[in-house]
Structures are given as C-alpha cells and as structure tokens.
C-alpha cells in the first residue's frame, strides 16, 4: 500500500479521477511542464484553435461587415448565457463586456448612485488591489458621500467575518472578492448577502478566482451585482473580457454611467439622447473585441460538460492532497500554509509562505519545469484546473520545492525583482 | 480618349495608382463583392493571419503565462507608438486600451475634473451618437456643473464652426469627432484647438473616421486629447480594442477615473493605494485583450508603409472621383449629395442621400455584390479604403445604384426594417 508521498499514490488517484480525459482537451506542448498557474491564465482549450481561425480568417475575412449579423451582435449575451449557468445566475442576468475593472467600476458606481442612502464602500484587504484602486476611484467620484472602508483580515488569509458584519449597518455597499486572490480563503456569500440585504447595503461580489472553479450560486445567495474575470479557470485567453452579474430585479434601476451605443435601447437609430436598452444589455458600453470574445466560449462549455459539482470535488480532493504533502515534507522546511485548512472556506489555489519564496519560484521556473505563482513578499500560489490539473503533477511540484530548499538551489535568485507573473 | 463614365477610365486610374498593390495585402474571398465599408469594418490584412495563429497556438497555448513577460505586457503602448506616428503625436503619448467609448468616458472626465472652471462641454449634433451618449453620462455624474452644449449643424453636412466659435467662452471643453461619421466632414482641427485654447477649453477629438484616411497632426494642431477606433481605417479586426492620445504635458495632471492595476505605478507590489503610473500607462484599467489587441498592429504597419500623405492623395482622388460619376449619373435620379464638395473638408467617405435610400441598399447588398453602408433615415454611405478599394470599384457601384434606381429594384426592400450594418 502507498503512502500520499509516493509517486505511486499519486498516479492511483488519477488513475480513479472520473475528469482526467478532459486534460486532452487542452493544448500541452511541454508536456513535462507542470503548470500550476491556470487560475491566472488558463490552458488553451483545443478547440479554441479552430475557432480562432475561423473567426479570422472566415467571419472577419470573408464575412467582413456582415459578421454583425452572424453572430457577434449577440456574443456578449450568448457567452454570458453560458458563464450564467456555471454561477447559478438567469441567462439574462450575465454579460460579457470590457474587462474586470472597467465592469467593477461601472456596476459599483451605477448602485451607489441609484442607492438611497449615504454609507461606506465596505471591503477587505484581502480584495484583490486593483478592486480596491477601482473603489477608491469611485468614492472618489462620489465627493466622499460613499468612503472606502477596507476591514483588515485578522491573519491575512481569512476574511474579517465578524468585522465586516459588525459595519454593515453604516454601508452602503459590501463588496468583496468571492475567492481572495492571495490566500485562496472563500466567502460564505449566502451569509454574508443575507446579511447585507438586512442590513439594506447592496452587494457586488468579484468571482475572479471563483467562476469555473469553486461553485458559486449567486440568486440562492441572493447576490444583487458580480463581476468576474474570463481567462484564469474559463480559459479565455490572455486579457479575454470579462462578465458582470445585474439580478434582474435591479436590472432597470440602474444606469450605466458609461452610457456607450452597445447599451442604446435601438442603436441603429443614431438618436442623440441616451436612452437604456432593457435588460442586461444597458450594461454594454462600447463594441466588444469579438475575437478575444468569442473565444471564451470553448473554454466555458468544457466547464458545462463536466460539470461544477465534480470539479469542485476533484479540485477539494487535490487542495487536500497538496496540503497533505506539504504537512509532511514542506512545512519542516520552513514553508507555512496560507491558505485556509477548512475544505469549505478553501478555493482551488493554495499559498504557501517561505521566506526565500522569490528565490524559490524562480528556481521552480527555471531549473525545475514547475510554473507557480509568486505574489510578494512571500507567497507561492499554487493553482489547481480541475480540468487539467493531475495529482502527479500536484506530487511532482511538492517534491521539487522541497528539493529546491534542501539543495539551497534558490540562492542564485534571491536577489532578482519578481517578474510580471 | 474616355470619359469619367467609362469603365475604362476607372481602369486607367487603377493603372496609374502608385498604391495599387496593397490591395494583395488583403484577404479577398469574393473578387466579385464591391466593399465599401471599410470605414465600419476594415478588411483583414493577410498577415494577420499568421499572426492570429501565432498568438492561440504558440504564445497563448505555448507560453502559457509566459506571454505577460514575452510582449504582452507592452502591446498596449508598442501599438499605440506606431498608431502615434499615423496621428502627429509623439509615441509616448497613445496607449490602445478599451473601447473608444470608455476611453472617451475615461479622458472626458478626467480632463474636467482636473479643469479650474464649471464651464459647457461642446460639441455639435453631427458627432457620433456613441460619443453623446457618453459624454451625457459624464455630463450627469459631475452633477450639473459641466453640462453638454450640443450645436446644431447648419445643414446637416458642414460643421457648426461658427456655432462652436461663438459659444467657447463658457466651454471647458471643446470635443468633436473630427472626421464626422455620416457627412464625412472634416473639421479644422488646427483651427478650432486654437480658439479653444485661447478660451481656456480643453479639446477632445474623436479620431475614428479620420485615422489612416484622413491626415491627423495633433502635435501641430495643439489638441489635447483624442481617442479613436481601430478596426476601421485600421483594419485592427471586429471590435479591436481604441486608442487614446493625451498631450505630454496633460498626462501627470489628469487622473484615470477608472483606476485599475494596469494603471498603477508597480502592479505587482500589490500595494492597497492607487497610485498611477508615470506618462501614458496611467490611462490604463484592466487587462488588455491581448488577441484583438495585438492584431491590431499588422494593419498599422501597412498604413505606415503605404504613407498618409499618399494615402490622403489617392483617398481624395477617389472621393472626387465618385462625386464626379455621382453628378452625372446619380443627381438626375434624386440622389442628393450628402458631404462638402470642397476636398479639405471632406474625410474618406461619401454620403448620398436618397428618399429609398434603405430599399437601395438593400438591394445592393443582394443583388448587386455591392456593400455599402445605410445610415438613418436616408443616406448610403461609401467608403473609401485607400489601401484596398479600386477606382474600378467605384465605377461599378455608382453603376449599379444607377441601376437599382433605373429598374426600381429597391421597391421590395422598402419595408425592410435596417440591418445592423
């Protein structure tokens, strides 16, 4: 019988994993690599290959024009429609439009003009920066009737619970990140909706390091706004525009403050007063980039085919594997989990702290065929695509970290800045 | 000797022009279909296509995470450099990013926000309707104190100049699409930045129908800020993210209302504050579509290659050249022409306006293998791409809109509600 450090009760558990077939789904040109960075860009789905080409090469050049009538008109809507039924959301609650902060920046605004009282901006500093920089905008914008306030986490990877529930009653908004990008730690969103909406403050959750990865269900959760990103689980590709959640129910009260011609109630009118199409295409601003759009539906359908609940419980199962083997063969090495421990509240990455992490990531990179994450000052994010992801590459990676810190192999590196990864 | 009705003479014309070979730059699956709308859409430049297989398959598919740090990171100013050199500005002052309508959202405010003075936004009712609506948003979010001002152009053809001029006193900014999407003209921008800045006005050009068409020095103009779209004279592809221009000396005062990490000074410190990048980058938001971004530079370096100068020459040969054949063979037929006679004041595109405008097209479009653009309630708009559309193409358009006229073939279209071309 195999112990969880043999390579051997890695390879039984991919041998038994239900999803492993959907690993030749994707391109894997390296196949020694071990790729542990999908929850910040995803593979490339091979059937995104054919697509591309037909979408340049056929519907922009050869359909030209017309390709606004073939299909990319309704894009937005269509891939929201599918990213909708991974995140408990109506088809006609999601859009695909801009990118996450530009979606962030437009829903946050819209709500807390069309809400009827003053309040704080209520987040954590676990947010992912760039949440909190577009907030900080917004407020900004509102001439300080909304401030920012960003509770603290206690420990910095679990969300600060008990101090965000104890400022609602001043908020105006709660907006958090579902997953947080750094520690990996998940929200109870049915809770914390719950009680926002009691509290009368309006939520607006940012599923980034969620959406394709962890089950999200936003009209159980009563969830009013989201936004979410489309090229980390959906594999979208690089920089593919992003989605935002309106529940139906807020839908025609709020207005879009960039009030672009995409929205335009009937754009082909050319009137020139704004007046807000119905629905959820009143979120639309300008004219989408098709291409990068219309290439995060294969990634989105392979969700579909094999289904949240699977992957959430092959992805737990491999979070739990690689805490395993880090209690056993890191944490003597100096590496400290940063991530919460608890399967609930745990995403599909995990963070571990060292205090020669920079130098150890790059070593991974470089000498070791291991592609994680580094995020300062000392974290390594390992992500897992339950889609692509093996146990044997989960065993692998841990072994070869552990292999980097015994042979101080990381000490050439120390003194080089993080690159942009 | 032929005369200009003679198919000949347009063959002639295709002989002499010194442009003529760019037209095999192009994709071109049906030889037969008159494309006169490569001002909505421009076509696919062949070597896009190389480059669209080389971004999925090997940097997106290959690279994985990689691609950030192997050209990426810095597509949004490398493009925007060349796209600089098409427009009279220096390369450190055009970044591509979003659509035209954020970035106009985005400068807009921001350059108001940064302005001493309450004062009109002005512009006129020939400007693109998306434009309108935007600024109307930016209007209502500074509660009152900058209110749009939209004069009303004498004709429906020419620019208010008059108008603008006397009302610029009270304006804090002076903002207009300088080529104007339905009549084609063109304004003054050299002109008008100078009054504008002898009122204390910001100005804000909208540059989408003007470049690679029509010549652009902001520079030499003293035009503070501009954006504009790529897939039109461009040929960037459906959607292509735009691009923004702000002056040197503007860019450390103005601050991007939608604060994003693209912006921020060091992204990958991960610091809780906004605080923006040094120059141009700061006018970023979120993560760039990469794809449609990046192809957006082929059809840039073609228009570079080719030249404005002699770009300009041959566009505005082949727009007097189409006003000639329209004079003698479409005027007698009631259509009216719907753009300035004078060259100067005239971009790349004609209109022509026509009581069964919608029928003609129509029937142009299916029976004809000529496409044009209809824009309500009565004009056909044609195109001229300077780099692929022959003199010989225009001949046979004008003929066949003769035709369509002659033989009444629009009449089963005429209750037909508009495509979305």
Redesign the interface.
Known sequence: MHTPTDAAYAAELDAADELASYRDAF?N??PDLI?L?GN??G??PKA??GL??NL??H????R??????EG??EAPERVGAKIAALIGAHPDEVLVA?????NL?KLA?AALRASGRPGVILSD?LN???D???L??VA??LGGRYPLE?VPSPDGIYGPVEGLLERLDGAAMLTLSHTVF?SGYVYDMAALSRAARAAGAITLWDLSHSVGAVPVDLEGAGADLAVG?C?KYLNG??????FLYVRRELQERL????????G?RD????????EPAPGIRRFR?????????A?VEPGVELLLQAGMERLRAKSERQSAYLIALWEQLLAPLGFTLNSPREAARRGSHVSLGHPQALGIDLALIREFGV?P?F??PDNLRLGIAPLYTTFTEIHTAVTRMQQSVVERRYEKYTHEA????
Chains 1, 2 share one sequence.
């Open positions: 391109v040109d390296e790729y960075d910040s860009l593979r490339l995104t290959i591309a080409e340049v090469r519907q922009w050049g050869g030209l024009i017309r390709g606004w009538n990319w008109f801009d990118s996450t902060s530009v920046f605004l500093d992912f920066p760039s909190l920089y577009v900080q905008g900004e914008l960003v750094k990103c090229y590709g690089p920089g593919a525009p992003a207005r879009n403050p960039i009030a672009g011609w995409m335009q754009l082909f009118a050319f009137g020139l007063t704004y601003s300008g004219t989408p980039p098709v291409l990068s759009l290439l592609l994450d995020r300062a993080p690159t942009v990864t």
